[in-house]
């Protein structure tokens, strides 16, 4: 550990020189990625250097105690046992620090819900789940920015769009992806059958220009009419944007705001930010062939969670973890979950760290 920790204090000498240096200062791109490389270095050099002196403590406690009277040697072991202590805790601390950050970690997200499978009702379990991360991030003291939605007939979602910024808003929402399943009665069941619906959860790490270059050239922009709530402009004006990535296809719609100016800048925002996680997928998909999409597809058999009303439960399925507390975790509540996910991935990191050593 500590030999590679000698490694990493070089290089966040050598970074600490360069960021110093006119021409990378002058490549925002690299300075950008050189600044953030420093920073999570600045927290593994500060513990590190912790480390070091209480392990040349121990060696000095060593010396003293070959020349240390008999009861002067009490307090000399005292001393080490409690250097020793800290030293194990210091280890620890480390080893947690050395373990490879998600490159995403820091960003803002972009959510996006949507209604799969169950007609309305899975609309309106999406709503029930814009509502469920709305009050979670509230509790996070997370600023909720809401950037497009697309109200169904009985005022679910079909889909919507919004922005989380905040500290570890991607080290817990990253979680949240995946297809969510619901089962209870719905409000057009009128025999009082439980039914089974879905609805999809995309996670997008918030990307910089600096991350994306895109060449406008590549992009058609399509203008349209809004519909739904927004206020006097609606199916008035021409404000609502439509963007195309010609290369990769996709396509990026908004229309809440009442200025098409600032619909297609929220609509680059997210292509953008869909762009950077398609790229990020090639490379893991290089890394490992057997990496799952996200949001699969959508149907009940996939699932990273289920909602049964009727039992007050939820059970996230890649923890086998249960708990009755449906209507808290719908609520906002969903620390004792996200915790537990956040502490598997931990664990599992630090598992491959070790077998890997």
Do not use: C
Request: hydrophobic content about 35%.
């Amino acid at each position: 550990m500590l030999e590679r920790l000698s490694a990493l204090e070089d290089e966040f000498r050598e970074l600490e020189a360069r960021l110093a240096d006119p021409e990378i200062v002058a490549d925002n791109k690299r300075f950008v990625e050189m600044s953030r490389r420093y920073s999570a270095l600045g927290e593994i050099v500060s513990v590190g250097a912790k480390l070091r002196e209480r392990h040349d403590d121990v060696a000095t406690i060593k010396e003293l105690m070959g020349e240390a009277e008999a009861d002067e040697r009490d307090d000399l072991r005292s001393e080490s046992s409690a250097a020793e202590i800290e030293i194990e805790k210091l280890e620890e601390q480390l080893r947690v620090l050395l373990v490879p950050k998600d490159p995403n970690d820091g960003r803002n997200v972009i959510v996006e819900i949507r209604g799969a499978e169950g007609g309305e009702e899975a609309n309106l379990f999406a709503r029930d789940l814009f509502e469920m991360f709305k009050a979670f991030a509230a509790s996070k003291s997370w600023k909720f920015e809401m950037m497009n939605s697309s109200v169904s007939d009985m005022g679910g979602f079909d889909e919507v769009t919004f922005m989380l910024k905040g500290d570890e808003v991607w080290t817990r929402m990253k979680f949240e992806a995946g297809p969510h399943r619901v089962q209870r009665v719905p409000v057009t069941e009128s025999q009082g059958r439980v039914h089974t619906s879905s609805a999809t959860v995309t996670v997008l790490p918030e990307a910089e220009e600096v991350d994306i270059a895109i060449d406008m050239n590549e992009l058609r922009f399509d203008t349209y009419r809004s519909s739904g709530a927004g206020g006097q402009h609606v199916n008035t004006t021409d404000s609502a944007v439509r963007v195309t990535h010609l290369p990769t296809g996709l396509v990026v719609s908004m229309q809440d705001e009442k200025s098409q100016l600032q619909n297609r800048e929220r609509a680059l925002k997210v292509l953008r930010s869909r762009l950077l996680q398609q790229e990020q997928q090639r490379i893991q998909d290089e890394q490992s062939a057997a990496r799952r999409d996200q949001t699969g597809g959508g149907g009940r058999s996939e699932k990273i969670r289920t909602y049964n009303y009727k039992e007050n439960r939820v059970t996230d399925h890649r923890l086998s973890l249960t708990i009755h507390k449906l209507d808290r975790v719908l609520g906002g509540e969903l620390d004792e979950i996200s915790d537990a996910l956040v502490q598997d991935e931990r664990t599992r990191q630090l598992q491959s760290e070790s077998d890997s050593e």
